[in-house]
């Protein structure tokens, strides 16, 4: 059975840095694009930023470019998002989402249940 | 950068009525080389994570009840549900995957009326 589970959310202050873990299992981690995707408080979806199977292709939305960075592990199975100079902005729901389909892009068919990041003071 | 924009914003629907949804992507998502359309469809329901309901368009996910259907064309798509259950109350959002960055619909929300 596939499983994505999130880990790291909290509450950070403005400017401050978290990391966020992916613990997935249930499939061969190192051959598909996996994801970031946030949902602030009562918004739509958002990507963050995409890996691609072998780690050889990121990319990042415009709104995190620079202060975000997305890598993989997979001797562990985990993807991580490091993320630096945080924002009021940035508060939200983060998942984890392994895509399928379409080599390094592709639709969602696996979600993680968030992990809820807060920036404030 | 494609913009995918949805409407309605939100409907309301009586039970065993139809409800239609509709996406339109700023450019073609209409691959030439395998006429195939880069387009999916999800339900997320308050609290939960989104569930992929269709692919390519109008490939049903496994498990997801025939009563939702996608078609479209190049850039106009339509997620239809044929008789809205109480279940479907959810927001759905629609996804491109045609090229990066990848990009959702701003979503619509199904209501019973």
């Known amino acids: 059975e596939v499983q994505v589970l999130e880990s790291g959310g909290g509450l950070v202050r403005p400017g401050g840095s978290l990391r966020l873990s992916c613990a997935a299992s249930?499939?061969?981690?190192?051959?598909?694009?996996m994801s970031w995707v946030r949902q602030a408080p009562g918004k739509g979806l958002e990507w963050v930023a995409v890996?691609?199977?072998?780690?050889?292709?990121?990319y990042y939305a415009d709104s995190v470019k620079g202060r975000f960075t997305i890598s993989t592990d997979n001797s562990k199975n985990t993807l991580y998002l490091q993320m630096n100079i945080l924002r009021a902005e940035d508060t939200a729901i983060y998942y984890c989402?392994?895509?399928?389909?379409?080599?390094?892009?592709?639709?969602?068919?696996?979600w993680g249940q968030g992990t809820l990041v807060t920036v404030s003071s | 950068d494609i913009v995918m924009t949805q409407s309605p914003d939100s409907l309301a629907v009586s039970l065993g009525e139809r409800a239609t949804i509709n996406c339109k992507s700023s450019q073609s998502v209409l691959h030439s080389s395998n006429k195939k359309k880069y387009l999916a469809w999800y339900q997320q329901k308050p609290g939960q994570p989104p569930k992929l309901l269709i692919y390519w368009a109008s490939t049903r996910e496994s498990g997801v009840p025939d009563r939702f259907s996608g078609s479209g064309s190049g850039t106009d798509f339509t997620l239809t549900i044929s008789s809205l259950q109480a279940e479907d109350v959810a927001v759905y959002y629609c996804?491109?995957?045609?090229?990066?960055?990848?990009?959702f619909g701003g979503g619509t929300k199904v209501e019973i009326k």
């Open positions: 890996i691609s199977g072998s780690g050889g292709s990121t």
């Open positions: 989402a392994k895509l399928i389909g379409a080599g390094s892009s592709g639709w969602v068919d696996y």
């Open positions: 996804q491109q995957y045609y090229s990066t960055p990848l990009s």
């Open positions: 249930g499939f061969t981690f190192g051959t598909y694009t």
